[in-house]
């Protein structure tokens, strides 16, 4: 499917929602060509094995930190990785990848869990994050193409004689979910090199604080990523993410914990990711005039999209990415042996682009110390449903389990998710399975026009129900069991804001996500602005030190777009259908980072709502940091801004948040 195509669905989605804009022919956007993939030397996803090995549990004991004294260090740095990838040839390939690690220890994509007991009386954790990028005196290149036409790092003012090459990569860990102090937050413009040689703008402190009688109060399930300006896509796909465990005195993650919970060795945590290879096992990112992504461009004239949008020929940034190979812990399609029992089960979605839908189908096995699979057992497709429990995400759990058959699951979200495994028979095999496709997202179930020819992206992993039942008790987690107190934020709301996202073109005429304002409202230097607004743009968002603020987000595009905004944890309230007429405005030259004259962004006029408000879902009836705003919908969050300082909101598509869905803002005087 060309990019033309599916932007047209998306400004008819648009355009049913009440939504009028004259599109320019430059929004064109790349979607996979897999015929492409296979003959550009990369790995082909059909010829990799399904479910032979084993995913390591990020929640086992070993594969935690061990804190000394309430302190740790952290070093990202290249290693290689064993993930399952057999070449064309046959023989298992090595990856290079980069990590997460503790100074004495492997480094490992992802990284190793990091857990934390919190509330009222508990002790802080100090974490030294060094960049380890670095062989003797020798900096690293990066192990994919880096796009310096975007605004990042070394586009800043002061920084722009710098290089990769000679001046190493940058990068800075942000603790997604925390409610960190600002200068322990992972801000973009927070980077740091190798030994500390160049420092960003914003800069503070080489050691940070995360826990505390003022930090995160209640147990869940964060992660900490590499958020550096600019690069965070290309950074993250390199390896460097990880889980943040959060435990309380009613989630204590030991087998006695008040709430009945699965606990170790039934508790499993997995981040799922999908990527790209070359048949000689390296990470495979498109760039370039021909890559696969990219070579299906083609303008209105049926010519090759110009030249431009590669400025000096590459590489240049995607809109969006979607790998053909779907990798849990850093293994392909993998399995997990499990017994026939009840299994607490925490997934991250920590792809770039991919949303997912997520459901459990159970398809016959056979004899098990045979270790055989009956024909289709690695086809979601022959299996039938089965239920599972919805018992939190985010930030917090529910308030009592929920039992669902199917879960969005969106970019930067987790979920708390808990699997009875007596659901199916001794032998038999459980699978993943995605139903959404290998597009953006708009909300709907794909086209075939959105999925990837033969693709083996509509499963994840597969649990093996063949291990002996163990003498421990089963768990009775079921839709009665009470979990927690709720998610609601009380209090008088200080102000409403509303929020829109946008796509907008840059000056090459490349599409670049924007956030910006749904009204004219008053920048903190004093103008009035609306609409589209740039990172370098004065901050619109400045709450008050303790005020509650209900954020309605307006989502102007005709993709869905996962939502986080740091510091906070925010409730859920609900989404509307909206009506707007969108207005092409020039986009401004921001003070740093790239020239965007000749950008086109939008505002909005006319908007109202439309039709009924509908609440959230059952994942998303938690204390929140994610929130799936889908297209033509206006989706209202409220939150408490409890820490003063600078921080970040923006897109969790990773490839947007780069280019340039992304937006400070600033609780107290700024």
Known sequence: MKRRDFLTLSIRSAMAAGLTASI??????????HAAILAAGLSDPAMQPLFKQQAPNALAPGFKYMPEAGRLRIRAARAVQMTGLIGADGKKRETPIWGYGAHNGPVTWPGRTLELTVGPFSESLEISWENDLIEGSTLLNHLLPVDTSLHWAYSLPGYESYNIAID??????????????SAFDGNPEYFFTPRFRIKGPRWEARYYRYGGPEWNDVAGTCWYHDHALGITRLNVYAGLAGFFILRDEHDTGTADNPLGLPAAPYELGFAVQDRMFRDTGELFYPAFPGDPFYSDFIDDEGADLPAEIFPNGGPTALAEFFGDHMLVNGVIWPNYRVERRQYRVRLLNGCDSRFMRLRLKAVPGGAPEDDYWADGATDPALGDPIPFYVIGSDQSLRATAAEVHEVNFAPGERLDLVIDFKAVENGDRVIIENLLGDAPFGGNLPKRGDLFPDRRTDRIMAFDVVLETSSVPDTAISESTYLSDGVAIPGPVAKTRKLALFEGTDRFGRLKPLLGTAEPVLDVAGNWVNGTLDWDSPITENPALGDIEIWEIYNATGDAHPIHVHLVHFEI???????????????????????????????LENLRVVGQARGPEPQEQTRRDM???????????????DKPGRFVWHCHILSHEDHEMMRPYHVGEP
Do not use: C, W
Not at 168 to 181: A, E, F, R, S, Y
Not at 580 to 590: D, H, P, Q, W
Not at 627 to 641: D, N, Q
């Open 24 to 33: 320019p022919a430059a929004l064109l956007r790349a979607h996979s060509s």
């Open 627 to 641: 929130v799936m705003a889908l297209p033509g919908e206006v989706t209202r969050i409220k939150m408490r801004f």
């Open 168 to 181: 190493g990569v940058p990068i800075v860990t942000h603790v997604h979910g925390g409610l960190n102090d």
């Open 573 to 603: 309230l609900d989404r509307q259908p909206f009506s707007a007429r969108l207005i092409e405005k020039s986009t401004e030259l921001g003070e740093g980072g790239e020239d965007d004259q000749g950008g086109e962004g939008y505002r």
